[in-house]
């Protein structure tokens, strides 16, 4: 037999033995504290170990998780207005290359001179001009 095996039937027969012994003196015990037992005092540690494990998340939330997430926040707003201040700022007139908008063909969409991802504030086309 495996140590894993003997080892719970061991404490199989003695958590047997336990309970027919006890079971007389537990008759007593009745009698003096009714609230006093095994399952009472797992059920006592652990609200307790609940109560300590809420109070720590609760701090975790309040002194760490709400300041890094204002902090991301003022981060995402400062780099929001640089690129708004970027943005706002005409584009200068950029120079047409040969290489530029080459089109063998029209396009089957639109005008057909444009691209299907066509963004007119981004992409240059100096014929639209």
Do not use: C
């Amino acid at each position: 037999m495996s140590s894993l095996l003997r080892r719970h039937l061991s404490a199989q027969i003695l958590r047997f033995t336990r309970t027919k012994t006890t079971a007389a003196s537990h008759s007593h015990q009745k009698h003096l504290n009714p609230q006093d037992n095994p399952f009472n005092r797992e059920r006592a540690e652990l609200k307790r170990h609940a109560a300590e494990t809420a109070e720590l998340w609760r701090k975790i939330s309040i002194y760490v998780a709400a300041p890094t997430i204002l902090v991301a926040a003022l981060n995402a707003y400062k780099i929001y207005t640089e690129h708004a201040a970027h943005e706002a700022t005409p584009l200068e007139e950029r120079k047409e290359y040969a290489y530029m908008n080459i089109r063998a063909k029209k396009f089957p969409w639109k005008d057909g001179d444009k691209t299907l991802f066509w963004n007119d504030k981004v992409n240059y086309h100096h014929r639209d001009a």
